[in-house]
């Protein structure tokens, strides 16, 4: 199995902060990383696929990044219905995994 | 719009078989680009894929999961199944079913509680 690790696990931060999740793959997994957001009591939300390519729908300011084995989400500037959990995932083989999710909470 | 929409029992006692359904609503089941997946989060916990089917009929599954698992299709009815038996406490979840995109994961049910207690 793929081991996906999420850092931080949680992070505090005002509206209108640039905010970065870094995820990390056990291997490499080319470009095959997907990030969900996910609020209290709801499903997952698919924000990015293939590492850096922005689902329909979704608001600019929200980026990803990286290649192999290290990744990046930026919120370049964060609303208030920003704070969530998200969480990586690999599509590289299976089983598919997912990290362990980091909470952004307000400051 | 794709709707997804998970039902089953909510209460499962040790031991017995966790069953549930996914009906697929504002579009097909069959499809040759999609496959549909199972994936649960236990309560404060991260998210567990547990397997996929094709409408094919091919499935995979969770390593973890898989002598327990069965995941099935139903292409008349538009809907697809999870059973896994033999379940635990460590088995209470919400379960989700989702549509899988090149095993990204686009569309999702609401997800569905169950329990595992006597």
């Known amino acids: 199995d793929i081991q996906m690790t999420q850092s931080p696990s949680s992070l505090s931060a005002s509206v209108g902060d640039r905010v970065t999740i870094t995820c990390r793959a056990g291997q490499s997994i080319v470009s095959y990383l997907t990030w969900y957001q996910q609020k209290p009591g709801k499903a997952p939300k698919l924000l990015i696929y293939d590492a850096s390519r922005l689902q329909s729908g979704v608001p600019s300011r929200f980026s990803g990044s990286g290649s192999g084995t290290d990744f990046t989400l930026t919120i370049s500037s964060l609303q208030p219905e920003d704070f969530a959990t998200y969480y990586c995932?690999?599509?590289?083989?299976?089983?598919?995994?997912f990290g362990g999710g980091t909470k952004v909470e307000i400051k | 719009q794709l709707l997804l929409q998970e039902s089953g029992s909510g209460l499962v006692k040790p031991s017995q078989t966790l069953s549930l359904t996914c009906a697929v609503s504002g579009g097909s089941i069959i499809s040759g680009a999609y496959s549909w997946s199972w994936v649960r989060q236990p309560p404060g916990k991260g998210l567990e894929w547990i397997g996929y089917i094709y409408d094919s009929g091919s499935t995979y599954y969770s390593p973890s999961l898989k002598s327990r698992v069965t995941i099935s299709i139903d292409r008349s009815r538009n809907q697809f199944s999870l059973k896994l038996g033999s379940v635990t406490a460590a088995d209470t979840a919400v379960y989700y079913c989702a549509r899988n995109y090149v095993d990204y994961f686009d569309y999702w049910g609401q997800g569905t509680l169950v329990t595992v207690s006597s």
């Open positions: 995932q690999q599509s590289h083989s299976t089983p598919l995994t």
